[in-house]
């Protein structure tokens, strides 16, 4: 844990969509710059399905964040401007309450006793921060992948909760090719021998499970023809070669990559969050999309989506695109032809940084702060 990480205690109850109840809840987030006299400067960012709430250095903590190079002074959103501020999702193990957290009322993990979770809860729960925070309204709600579902859901039920809204490699829902990825993670890590129905300890850890779900999602974050570009044919010598078993390079990056996974990220969480994002649908009870997004009042938003992200495909972005502007919003629709795939918001720096850099630079001079 980032000893710049943050907590906000709440003991107040947390109704959830599917009928489930949290007695209390706790929230990890950081902060970068600081939060003007109106309080009108804040931007949030809501994480996707694994990052923790450290998405860049600070003083408190000088280690490198998730998305390093979009936050800080001089960077596209410019902390010298904006007050920003990163949460970790309900549902995860990264501070926030989820399955891995304790159950006050019986004092164990929680682990399948935790109530069923739905993108609607990480948003209300988003929400009980800005409120703890005493921001009226957000500048800017920032979500990259998972992240852009809970700012749907955030802006649906609260619409006039910020003025701007940038939504990168999300959707507004889960696509059949995704479901199926995820589904079959889901199966993967709940048919290890060790998984034992939720009840793994860490000496008896579903480690073959969680190594193959990681693989499997990682094939999905990026494009073929990077994988193609990076690692070719190349034979590997890093891990020893068996009968049917690793002798290209690519195959030696999936094992350490999913490897170093293994205990970073609890069983639980991960299929509670991964089952969340299968199940979020914002045009849910709506005839369509344009009318289930009517009622968000927004100044501007800014929809990034990658042509080669086969896990939220750029179609997903443009639908969101054309509804927000379909309600009369100043929607502006970038599809970047990057090879890194779903990947790309946290490594193509290239592609991302000048949309970024100049969406922030037109919210700062249009407010007026």
């Known amino acids: 844990m980032s000893t710049a990480t943050r907590f906000l205690h ?15 809840y706790t ?27 450290h998405a860049a250095s600070s003083e408190k903590d000088p280690s490198p964040g998730w998305w390093e190079k979009m936050i800080g002074p001089g960077a596209p959103i410019d902390t010298n401007r904006f007050h920003v501020i990163a949460l970790n999702s309900l549902g995860s193990c990264k501070g926030s309450t989820g399955p891995a957290s304790e159950n006050p009322e019986t004092g164990k993990l929680y682990r399948l006793d935790f109530p069923e979770l739905c993108v609607e809860d990480i948003a209300a729960s988003a929400q009980s921060l800005v409120k703890h925070l005493g921001i009226d309204q957000l500048c800017t709600m ?26 990168i490699s999300s959707s507004p829902n889960s696509a059949p090719f995704s479901i199926a990825i995820r589904s079959l993670q889901r199966e993967l890590i709940a048919s290890d021998p ?25 094939l999905s974050y990026r494009s073929s023809e990077e994988w193609r570009t990076r690692f070719g044919r190349r034979k590997q010598d890093y891990f020893p070669t068996e009968l049917f078993g690793m002798n290209y390079e690519v195959e030696s990056y999936l ?14 969480s991960y299929l509670y969050l991964s089952r969340a994002m ?22 501007t938003a800014c929809v990034i989506g990658v ?36 990947d790309a918001f946290l490594v193509d720096h290239d592609h991302f940084n000048p949309h970024l850099m100049a969406y922030f630079d037109r919210i700062w001079f249009e407010d007026k702060f």
């Open 307 to 342: 042509e080669t992200d086969i896990l939220f495909p750029a179609y997903q972005q443009k639908e969101i695109a054309d509804a927000l502007r379909s309600n009369g919003i100043d929607t502006s629709f970038a599809n970047l032809e990057s090879l890194m795939g779903h």
């Open 10 to 24: 709440i003991n107040e109850p947390l109704s959830m969509k599917k009928g489930g109840v949290l007695p209390s």
């Open 142 to 167: 920032v979500g990259p992948s998972m992240g852009g579902m809970s700012a749907l859901a955030y802006l649906q039920k609260h619409p006039r909760g910020a003025r701007h809204f940038l939504t």
């Open 194 to 218: 060790d998984w034992n129905e939720g009840n793994y300890t860490e000496e008896e850890w579903p480690e073959q499970g969680m190594r193959m779900a990681r693989k499997l999602g990682m």
């Open 255 to 268: 094992e350490a990559a999913a490897r170093r996974f293994i205990h970073s990220f609890d069983p639980c």
């Open 278 to 299: 299968d199940w979020f649908d914002v045009a849910d009870s709506h005839p369509d999309l344009p009318s289930a997004l009517k009622d968000i009042k927004l100044k």
């Open 27 to 53: 929230l990890a987030y950081e902060t970068w710059g600081k939060l003007n006299q109106e309080r009108s400067n804040a931007v949030l960012i809501l994480s996707g399905l694994s990052p923790s709430a």
